[in-house]
């Protein structure tokens, strides 16, 4: 028997076996007593699977999902939606405290979701199952495994319209389904986007080859699904475990939708880098914005992406200078910036690396706020000694992983102290939490 006494990372519970050693519990929640099977023994740890529940918490729900249990896709169905927002809340003050060492980190209230369920407006589901009998679903925990499903509970209704519907077409016309093992087949991903602005939804069909009856799988599904504004496919024919290809066109209809944040208005395609709870983003970029004093001369804007951030912020700013890596971003950021007759944002393709270096040493007067949505991995050494040379009296630093927003704050002091840490939940029922930190300069 394990007692837990509190939620881990990745929806694990945590507890002591008989000598002391700390374990992992999937299924297991705080305050319940379990008996579990141990299924991995490392030097400091173990990882347990949970058997029984012998004393449930009351904290313990019915999840809505049938697979929930099996599903790689979210971690909480089963614990109340409160408790969910404390775990996710301490998870970043805590990282404050064990890594960047501040003991009294400023960490402000989660902002929790109106709904926890419906929220995704992007799904991406594997292919399963064998011709004539294919089937969407989302991989098993741990593994490529396709559990079969025609409903995603986090996904909007338009979502799981495609969902439900796609495999009928494809077995109609009998388009086999990709297998990894034997490099055989044709159908390996589908992914799915809409706009609630607009109501309508792009698909992407993902193969491993062309295969002429897609034509009159695309146009099918045109047919079927009234909200269905575009079908296109993308070609990924080699044995890896990235989704997409370098090949992407459009077979039906129009590759094309607009949704909006904050009243700003962003173009969706395919491939577009978008985030996929739009409620849920006003909020995080309104806390981001609001430490942009209104009237600042210049902000930067890094790993801009499709200059979301650097349009919103335009409205506080007189000029905003936005970067980002990916070429297709940059190009979709200049037709954001061009449909909202934005004239104060200008947005470059370059590493943020290299080129904050070069804008640092070009720079007469430093901006008074730089804005950063660096990827989960955090800002890269030279970007760090980079900021630290910069002098702007802001840094607004918007993440997606605790550990390495705390570590980075932690190396930006002492020249900056920590001002604002306001925690978002952005990911209803999975372990995922954001949270914008708001440093200024010390004089």
Known sequence: MLQVQRMGQFGEGVGHDADGR???????????????RITEVRKNFSRATTQKVLRPTINRIVPRCPIFEKCGGCAFQHWDY?????????????????IAHVDHPPVEPIVGADDPYGYRNKGQFPWGGQSGHTYLGLF????????????CDIQDSLVNEVLAKAP???????????????????????LVRISRREQKSLVLIVVHHWDDRLFDMAHQLLQDIP???????NINADRTNRVLGNETRLLAGEDTLVDEILGKSFILSFESFFQVNPLQVGRLYSLALQHIPQGSPEVWDLYAGVGTLAILASDRAKVVKALEINQRAVE?????????????VAIMAGRVEEVIARWVKQGKTPPSSVIMDPPRAGLLPQVIESLRSLGASRLIYVSCNPDTLARDVALLKPLYRLEHVAPVDMFPRTDHVEAVAAMVVEN
């Open 168 to 190: 009928l077409v494809a077995n109609t016309l009998g388009i086999e389904p990709y297998h990894e093992g034997s490099g055989q087949g044709i159908l390996r991903h589908l």
């Open 140 to 151: 098993a925990r741990g593994t490529h495994e396709v559990i079969a499903t025609k409903k």
């Open 82 to 98: 409160g408790q969910e927002l404390a775990y996710k809340e301490d998870r970043v003050r805590q990282a404050f405290i064990r």
């Open 227 to 233: 909200s269905l504004r575009g079908v296109g496919v």
């Open 22 to 36: 700390v374990v992992f519990v999937s299924g297991a929640l705080p305050g319940e007593n379990v008996q579990a």
């Open 332 to 344: 979709d950021g200049k037709r954001n910036i061009a449909m909202n007759h934005v004239q104060n």
